[in-house]
């Protein structure tokens, strides 16, 4: 086995905790990684960095405990890997961020900022984590999802295709998020909530089990997914990606009115009375009526409509 680096003597760095960590100095030259002769990071021992391709750590990082960086990944800036978390394939982590507990990081994933991943966290595919966020438990994150701001994934939570979460919004329990939807604020999504498409949640969205019913419109005639919801005072709220705020039912059929257009109208008018039967029949039954959707169906004459399990999908005809 070729060794990529050494310890550099007297240039060490000791924890709270004791524990000693020592700077590694490149032995070899990795074009675009690193030279010979070039200055790494710390690390307690070689078990923490391995000898083999290209994976290094880097400027003030730190990497000890039974944490260990391998594959392509890379560590950098003053970024912190420790307990029995694992860096592999390319994935990369810097910044002040930390992978503790038995976090993963894997494929393309990254983490930097102030983020924390840790306990059975996972994150794969060309996932990011970043600002001061949160990702815990036995949450994980894939594909282009990235979590920023003050945001917390924890639970055993799902984050997958090209979700945007941010501002202070959390998502806990066995929620699952895909496609592109974009949530923000101090919007919460819990227990079997299934968010899809490209919905703009945000403001107090509180969106749930499946008393909690969140509405998903695959194509309207805006082009773009109108998302119904209650927020925590039990009010009905509708966005869409071409608002800036989220609306109440009164302002979004006004809204509505006043694009001067029927057949937008007709239909965000439909998509509301759609919304309300639902949450009241979720309310007093907590279950799918087959007749039910068959009913909406034939009424608004749609391609697809499906009231249970959430997220309801309705998709109009062209």
């Known amino acids: 086995m070729q060794r990529k680096y050494e310890f550099v003597d007297g240039d060490t760095i000791t924890l709270e905790n004791g524990t000693i960590l020592k700077r590694i100095r490149a032995v070899i030259t990795i074009p675009d990684h690193f030279d010979a002769g070039e200055l790494g990071g710390y690390i307690e021992h070689e078990g923490n960095l391995s000898h083999h391709g290209k994976a290094w750590v880097s400027e003030n990082a730190n990497v000890y405990g039974k944490a260990i960086v391998q594959d392509d990944a890379s560590v950098s800036e003053n970024a912190s890997v420790f307990d029995n978390a694992t860096l592999s394939n390319n994935a990369h982590i810097g910044g002040w961020a930390m992978a503790f507990g038995n976090a993963r990081l894997s494929d393309h994933?990254?983490?930097?900022?102030?983020a924390k991943i840790k306990d059975r966290a996972r994150l794969f595919g060309s996932c990011a984590v970043f600002g001061d966020s949160r990702v815990y438990r036995n949450a994980f994150i894939c594909g282009n999802a990235s979590i920023s701001g003050n945001a917390h994934v924890k639970?055993?939570?799902?984050?997958?295709?090209?979700a945007i979460i941010t501002g202070y919004a959390t998502i806990l329990g066995a929620a699952k998020i895909s496609g592109d939807p974009f949530i923000t604020d101090n919007a919460v999504i819990y227990g079997d909530a299934e968010i899809e498409c490209n919905p703009r949640i945000y403001g107090n969205a509180n969106i749930g089990n499946k008393d909690m019913i969140f509405i998903s419109i695959k194509s309207c005639a805006e082009n773009s997914t109108m998302a119904v919801y209650k927020d925590f005072n039990d009010q009905i709220i509708?966005?869409?990606?071409?608002?800036?705020?989220?609306?109440?039912?009164?302002?979004y059929l006004a809204f509505a009115k006043n694009t001067n257009n029927k057949m937008i109208e007709n239909r965000v008018k439909s998509l509301i009375e759609i919304a309300q039967a639902n949450f009241d029949y979720y309310l007093n039954t907590h279950k799918a009526s087959e007749s039910l959707e068959r009913e909406m169906t034939e009424k608004f004459r749609f391609k697809k409509y499906s009231i249970g399990p959430m997220p309801v999908i309705v998709d109009f005809f062209n």
Do not use: H, N, R, Y
């Open 155 to 162: 639970g055993d939570a799902e984050i997958g295709g090209s």
């Open 109 to 114: 994933a990254c983490a930097f900022g102030w």
């Open 238 to 251: 509708v966005t869409s990606w071409k608002q800036l705020d989220p609306f109440s039912v009164e302002k």
